[in-house]
């Protein structure tokens, strides 16, 4: 990772209120058994669960960068990031994978991009702004691109 520039992703802060990250199921279904199950006596082998990362800053550089070099953009997201798994979720390299919008949160959404014929990122619909977007329910504040549906 370049550790010169600051990375594109940050810790989601654990300590605040309300801040689930999935923690608790694996043990709460075994533990009141009679008999030991071989995870509680010998531990499981599964795999390590990565929890509390938010691609936020990501997704605005990469939003930044549209009508731009994908090689380079590639290159530089990839040296900043702990892997590159992030930035095909809003960017797609086949055609038939374009979304017009990615959800990446429970109420945060951003423009779809792709990488058009001439290896140039591109928006898969320029005209998609938050104004025209209408929430899916009224409890959460859902945004575009970090603006509010229905606002500028």
Not at 101 to 109: A, D, I, L, M
Not at 119 to 133: E, G, H, R
């Amino acid at each position: 990772m370049n550790r010169d520039k600051k990375p594109l992703y940050r810790k989601v802060n654990t300590r605040a209120r309300g801040v689930i990250h999935n923690f608790g199921s694996d043990f709460k279904y075994s533990r009141n058994k009679k008999r030991e199950t071989v995870e509680q006596t010998k531990g499981s082998m599964q795999g390590k669960k990565e929890r509390g990362l938010d691609y936020t800053p990501l997704f605005r550089f990469l939003l930044s960068k549209v009508g731009k070099n994908w090689d380079d953009i590639f290159s530089e997201a990839s040296s900043r990031l702990d892997k590159t798994e992030p930035i095909f979720w809003i960017v797609a390299l086949d055609e038939n994978e374009k979304e017009e919008y990615v959800r990446t949160g429970e109420s945060s959404f951003f423009s779809g991009l792709y990488v058009d014929v001439e290896n140039n990122l591109q928006l898969t619909n320029p005209n998609l702004i938050a104004k025209d977007m209408i929430p899916y329910c009224n409890c959460c504040t859902h945004t575009l691109n970090g603006k509010v549906f229905g606002t500028e």
